[in-house]
């Protein structure tokens, strides 16, 4: 595959637990300023693949690319102040003892990069999360308000690349549709690159052009947004998820 | 009517005086199926877990009526409500991980189940558990049923659940959120099971979720709650004429396939919801 043009390159990738293959030979491309979406149910290795780019698996095999160049299996410093990862469970991943401003300062440090006393209120205001919040701990805010705060520290090292494990799917739906609005200000304002896994079709295609198909740690379909709901659709699980959507749709 | 609940209110202690977390709801169940859908907070779990007094201790509950096949669920003492919890009226939570025994095989579960109701020899009773894991379509039952929870898919340990639920022949089923944590394919074997078996017994159904479209497709009746209170009331086919601007909200930003939107529609919280005013 030609990684000249593409910021994110995955080829062949191949990931084991002990005898299990979790991911059988995945391979995709994804053009700066885009957003990927993967789809799968539990078990497909949607999840698998986006840790594993993430730096939070060392035992795989294949490649990965970052602007051409092939990812170490150790991750630099300067991998994680380029790219950012956005977990489903935004109580699971603040520190429950620590303040949401020591939360955002962390990556800073970890960056050795100054100035946290400007950053912080910027990174607030960005993601429209009130001052106030700065100095109050993660059980005092709701689960929208979270993940907020999750993305605002995600971002607050100006990365290129938002890695989304199912950011929404712990949200009641109307803070979902606030949070995808403010991914897609975000990306736009920022030219920000992301890849997004989810088993919701809907909010994958909400957001991503080009979507992969996953089932049993392969990509049994690779197709645009616009395909999956004018149901052109060629393998029969891509079919079948999106039967199972569009049912619901309609009163 | 077999659920009867008017002018339920319960209340939490908080340092700011007691906060209402369910604020006059009224309701009843038939042999039907009726869903309860809300956002996280809204009182619906609250409301479904009252029926069975399974509130936490601290919760102060008043109603004019919460009666359940005629009786009175306030008065009823610990040992009435024993032999209506998991007898008369059984309870399915989200998650099959949580809610079954991890060192009990699923087979010994729904055959304690179905022994604690019945006097029966325990032969009688795996033949029981056996006879339920094939009615809620499990293809290899003896397999099943000498599996520990941990070995079991999540769509199988919720099939082990409702059987279990289904050991006594209960005349009410609560259903919190059971489809929540299995996947799209899963959820939808699993509410056509729950269905089937709730229409051949003629049982009533509660079934609590936040997913709107879903509720309203399975269920007969849907209440939705906002902030402790039933907002609006409707006949599941007539969801697309929901009136209530909270009911409308909800719809309008759920992202689709069939009408993609280039940026989603969010709800904008009238304060007038909260007290009904509207």
Excluded at chain 1, 153 to 176: C, G, H, K, N
Aim: aromatic share 4%; charged share 25%.
């Amino acid at each position: 595959m030609d990684g000249r043009f593409q910021l994110i390159v995955v080829d062949n990738l191949v990931i084991r637990f002990g005898r299990v293959e979790a991911v059988s030979g995945v391979s995709f491309a994804v053009a700066r300023g885009t957003a990927w979406g993967i789809v799968g149910e539990s078990g497909s290795g949607k999840s698998t693949v986006l840790r594993a780019l993430a730096g939070l698996n060392e035992n795989w095999s294949g490649r990965m690319l970052l602007d051409g160049e092939e990812l170490p299996r150790r991750r630099t410093r300067a991998f994680f102040r380029r790219v950012q990862m956005v977990f489903q469970d935004p109580y699971g991943s603040l520190h429950p003892r620590q303040t949401i401003d020591r939360a955002l300062a962390e990556p800073l440090v970890a960056q050795g990069i100054g100035g946290a006393d400007a950053a912080i209120p910027r990174a607030l205001d960005e993601v429209a999360l009130p001052q106030a919040v700065r100095f109050r701990y993660p059980h005092q805010l709701s689960g929208g308000q979270r993940q907020r705060v999750a993305i605002a520290r995600a971002l607050i090292t100006s990365p290129e690349v938002l890695l989304l494990d199912e950011p929404t799917s712990a949200l009641d739906v109307s803070v979902q549709a606030e949070v995808l609005n403010l991914l897609s200000d975000l990306q736009r304002e920022r030219n920000l690159t992301y890849i997004m896994v989810s088993h919701n079709l809907a909010v994958v295609a909400h957001l991503c052009p080009m979507i992969a198909v996953m089932q049993g740690g392969r990509v049994v379909e690779t197709l645009s947004a616009e395909a999956l709901r004018a149901g052109r659709t060629t393998h029969p699980h891509t079919a079948e998820l999106r039967a199972l959507s569009t049912e619901l749709e309609e009163p | 009517m077999k659920v009867e609940i008017a002018n339920l209110s319960i209340a939490f202690p908080s340092p700011r005086g007691p906060s209402l977390a369910v604020r006059g709801v009224s309701l009843t169940v038939g042999s039907e199926k009726l869903g309860i859908v809300g956002e996280s907070g809204s009182g619906k779990s609250l409301t479904a877990r009252s029926l069975l007094k399974l509130l936490p201790p601290e919760a102060r509950v008043r109603a004019d009526r919460l009666a359940f096949d005629g009786i009175d669920i306030l008065q009823a003492t610990e040992r009435q409500m024993r032999s209506i919890r998991g007898k008369r009226a059984g309870l399915i939570m989200q998650d099959p991980k949580f809610s079954l025994n991890p060192v009990m095989t699923a087979g010994e579960q729904i055959a304690e189940s179905w022994r604690l109701h019945r006097k029966t020899s325990k032969r009688e009773a795996r033949e029981a558990a056996l006879d339920l894991l094939a009615q809620v379509q499990i293809r290899d039952p003896a397999r099943v049923a000498d599996a520990y929870p941990h070995e079991l898919s999540g769509g199988m340990g919720q099939r082990v659940m409702i059987a279990m639920m289904m050991a006594p022949d209960p005349e009410l089923l609560i259903a919190d959120e059971p489809t929540s944590a299995l996947d799209a394919t899963v959820q939808a074997e699993i509410l056509r099971l729950m269905e089937d078996l709730v229409s051949r017994r003629g049982m009533s159904l509660i079934l609590i979720s936040h997913d709107l479209p879903l509720v309203s497709h399975f269920c007969d009746r849907v209440v939705v709650m906002y902030a402790g209170r039933v907002v609006e009331e409707l006949n599941a086919a007539g969801l697309a004429r929901a009136e209530h601007p909270y009911t409308r909200g909800l719809l309008a930003c759920l992202p689709t396939l069939s009408h993609p939107q280039a940026r989603l529609t969010t709800l904008t919280r009238d304060p007038a919801w909260m007290d009904g005013s509207n």
